[in-house]
T-cell receptor, first 114, second 111 residues
Framework: AQSVTQLDSQVPVFEEAPVELRCNYS??????LFWYVQYPNQGLQLLLKYLSGSTLVESINGFEAEFNKSQTSFHLRKPSVHISDTAEYFC????????????FGGGTRVLVKP | NAGVTQTPKFQVLKTGQSMTLQCAQD?????MSWYRQDPGMGLRLIHYSVGAGITDQGEVPNGYNVSRSTTEDFPLRLLSAAPSQTSVYFCASSPNYNEQFFGPGTRLTVL
């Protein structure tokens, strides 16, 4: 079985400050890792993903996440946030044996303040 | 492409009523799934399908039925609605393990 823990349910942050959202996972096999973003009253959109290769992955809007196998973590970071980054962020895991079945963390709500 | 569409956007039911949440995708994806989203619990998988005619249970299947007669459509049926099924429901489709594409969601309230 696989599981995901997002350690912070809410993260308030000032505009232009850095933010880190923590994600830890548990799995007995090799994993694929994802971060999804949900803007208010919308569905989920893929932000970035780790499938294999470089452990540092980046999104087009300045987010990055690093896969750390020894710490079973996939933390999400952005060096300078904008008001438009206010959203809920979900970490998710899957693996080849599980097929396309995603297991989600509980979500982290980011509120960017001016 | 419209992507993944869901209808209705909002629904209010009384306990014991039945209804079907509709989901359609036009990307020719084999894999489709239904999730429910509840505060603090992320998204939990209800049912999924790896192709037309093939469905299987996810983490929280009780009280829900699905069928997959075509690649495009994957309806979710609530047979006898209960207040515990008040939630936001998301349908998703995927061509592989790489990425899932989510619909806009259906907000369901059961009184």
């Amino acid at each position: 079985a696989q599981s995901v823990t997002q350690l912070d349910s809410q993260v308030p942050v000032f505009e232009e400050a850095p933010v880190e959202l923590r994600c830890n996972y548990s799995s007995s096999v090799s994993v694929y890792l994802f971060w999804y973003v949900q803007y208010p009253n919308q569905g989920l959109q893929l932000l970035l993903k780790y499938l294999s290769g470089s452990t540092l992955v980046e999104s087009i809007n300045g987010f990055e996440a690093e896969f750390n196998k020894s710490q079973t973590s996939f933390h999400l970071r952005k060096p300078s946030v904008h008001i438009s980054d206010t959203a809920e962020y979900f970490c998710a895991v899957s693996n080849k044996a599980a097929g396309n079945k995603l297991t989600f963390g509980g979500g982290t709500r980011v509120l960017v303040k001016p | 492409n419209a992507g993944v569409t869901q209808t209705p956007k909002f629904q209010v039911l009384k306990t014991g009523q039945s209804m079907t949440l509709q989901c359609a995708q036009d990307m020719n994806h084999e894999y489709m799934s239904w999730y429910r989203q509840d505060p603090g619990m992320g998204l939990r998988l209800i049912h999924y399908s790896v192709g037309a005619g093939i469905t299987d249970q996810g983490e929280v299947p009780n009280g829900y039925n699905v069928s997959r007669s075509t690649t495009e459509d994957f309806p979710l049926r609530l047979l006898s609605a209960a207040p515990s099924q008040t939630s936001v429901y998301f349908c998703a489709s995927s061509p592989n393990y790489n990425e899932q594409f989510f619909g806009p969601g259906t907000r369901l309230t059961v009184l």
